[in-house]
């Protein structure tokens, strides 16, 4: 059986918060499969506290988002293997 | 700081140390950038963009304080805190160490502590009242107000009474005690609607000694001196204590806990509170055990309000006659017998009978006569804050001060009054101030601004 590799990226990113999907929201947003987005008011970019915060309100989610969507794979995968030995 | 850049002769060096950051992800570190000029001299520091440290202390974030003192520290030991707090941030090596956190949690609770003074300093003077709590007019202390805080009806008073008056016949009181206890009937009764309901008390702690002895194993453990040694040497040799003072406000469904470090200082934030909520015109009803000291002051503090009365609390009542009646009388079967008859008195608010059912206990029961004088001196100086505690309750109102009972226990007793602990008074002081923080639900507006809202906390 294979090694089972872990991998996580942080952006933290300065992006204009004038347009469109980009004005702070509360709480993270999903913005894709695995990919979580938390968008903090301009002032907060020095901000430890508010980047701590926000940091681990859009990690969490991404844990729990990597975590269950691994296991479904695996599960999906092992049934898969199942069906063709038997 | 682009700007400094764009200047001729400057260069960006990085800072001697780093910046050190204990958070809720852990502790980390990185490096921050000085702006210098030809003549080495800094011309800008990058750290005047975070907040300020001192030396090597490390920068504790809203989620650090949140998570290791408030919900931490204040519920159980810095070492099972820390612990707890280095397992979840997967930083078992290289975590907050246990002395750190004991540190920070005494620096917060004395911030809160500091905060509740310059707040109360402030609204006093606010509202006409000086640093010390005496009003400077009277319209500061409400003496110009025109309505009375509402009391209940007589009619409803008169009910009360005769439910109050049956179970005195079926008790087979006497023709006069009955009369006697009817008078009672006359006292005001608070409408609870306009009634602000304050329990206040003194908790102990055993205090930390700054140095160990050689006779620390039989103080620490509190044991009796040994037969040769007189009674003086075991009052030298009690142990020193760590007190705070505790008060809890209520009324209708809600409630608000206040600490700190003295009665007075605590006193002085309960007038602050109850002016902040504009409860001037309403009854103050205190409620206290028998500590003279801690009664004294309330009705010194307070005895320019008009509508300010202090209440006995009943469970103190019968622990004081249950203590002092085991000194005075000879067996537990004589001290049952006339503590019932004793305690049945004063549940009616009959105080001279109470008296005079002491003088008369026959002399072949009597054990410790000192003791029995004692038990009487206390109900002559209590006399006043005693009412008829059977017509209080029928008419539903409150005689106990259960609610700062119940208020050390959450915020003293629970953290701090366990097995082989003991604190330091500041420790101990800012802890309890720590966890009435959290009692009264306002950890985020301290952690996040600084502030505590002087505001009651709906209960039901």
Redesign the interface.
């Known amino acids: 059986m294979g090694s089972c590799s872990i991998e996580v990226s942080i952006k933290v990113n300065m992006k204009p918060t004038q347009g469109p999907g980009v004005r702070p929201k509360a709480g993270a947003q999903q913005i894709g499969p695995g990919y979580f987005q938390i968008v903090l008011e301009g002032e907060k970019c020095?901000d430890?506290?508010a980047l701590?915060?926000g940091?681990?309100q859009a990690s969490f989610p991404a844990l729990r988002d990597g975590l269950a969507r691994h296991l479904e794979l695996e599960v999906k995968k092992s049934r898969a293997d199942a069906s063709c030995a038997s | 700081m682009l700007a400094v850049l764009a200047e001729p002769g400057l260069k960006v060096v990085r800072h001697a140390t780093e910046y050190q950051?204990d958070?809720?992800?852990g502790r980390f570190r990185f490096g921050t950038f000085d702006v210098v000029n030809l003549a080495d001299r800094v011309v800008f520091s990058g750290t005047t963009?975070?907040?300020q440290r001192q030396g090597r202390q490390w920068?504790q974030?809203?989620?650090f304080k949140e998570l290791a003192l408030l919900l931490g520290a204040t519920q159980r030991s810095y070492r099972k805190t820390a612990a707890y707090l280095n397992r979840h941030r997967r930083q078992a090596v290289g975590g907050t160490p246990l002395n750190t956190l004991r540190d920070a949690a005494e620096a917060e609770g004395a911030a809160v502590l500091n905060f509740l003074e310059k707040e109360s300093t402030r609204l006093l003077k606010c509202h006409g009242f000086s640093e010390e709590g005496t009003p400077l007019s009277d319209t500061a202390a409400g003496n110009t107000a025109k309505s009375l805080p509402a009391t209940l009806s007589r009619e409803k008073v008169g009910e009360a009474w005769r439910k109050v008056e049956e179970r005195m016949q079926k008790q087979q009181m006497s023709i006069s005690q009955i009369q006697q206890a009817a008078q009672q009937r006359e006292a005001v009764y608070e409408d609870p609607a306009e009634t602000v309901n304050i329990h206040v008390d003194d908790v102990c702690v055993k205090e930390q000694k700054e140095q160990r002895g050689n006779d620390h194993r039989s103080e620490a453990a509190g044991t009796s001196p040994s037969p040769g040694e007189d009674a003086s040497a075991k009052v030298e040799r009690k142990r020193p204590m760590a007190y705070n003072t505790v008060a809890r406000i209520e009324r209708e469904g809600q409630g608000f806990t206040l600490t700190g470090r003295s009665v007075l200082g605590v006193l002085r934030y309960i007038l602050a509170f109850l002016l902040q909520n504009r409860l001037l015109g309403q009854r103050w009803l205190f409620f206290t055990d028998g500590q003279r000291s801690l009664q004294n002051s309330i009705v010194t503090f307070f005895a320019w309000h008009r509508w300010m009365s202090l209440i006995l609390d009943w469970f103190h009542v019968g622990k004081k006659c249950r203590e002092e009646l085991s000194l005075a009388l000879k067996g537990r079967e004589i001290r049952n017998r006339h503590l019932k008859q004793i305690t049945r008195l004063l549940w009616y608010g009959l105080v001279s009978e109470a008296v005079e059912y002491l003088r008369n206990i026959p002399p072949g029961d009597i054990k410790s006569q000192a003791s029995l004088e004692r038990l009487a001196g206390y109900f002559e100086r209590n006399r006043t804050w005693i009412p008829s505690y059977a017509l209080r309750a029928s008419l539903e109102l409150p005689n106990s001060s259960n609610p700062v009972e119940r208020t050390n226990n959450l915020v003293t007793a629970s953290r701090q009054k366990k097995n082989g602990m003991s604190w330091s008074e500041p420790g101990s002081q800012a802890l309890t101030a720590l966890s009435a923080v959290v009692l009264n639900g306002h950890a985020t507006p301290w952690i996040?601004c600084r502030k505590i809202p002087f505001a009651f906390q709906q209960t039901t």
Do not use: Q
């Open positions: 020095l430890i506290d701590e915060d940091l681990l | 950051v958070g809720e992800v963009l975070l907040p920068y974030t809203w989620g996040r």
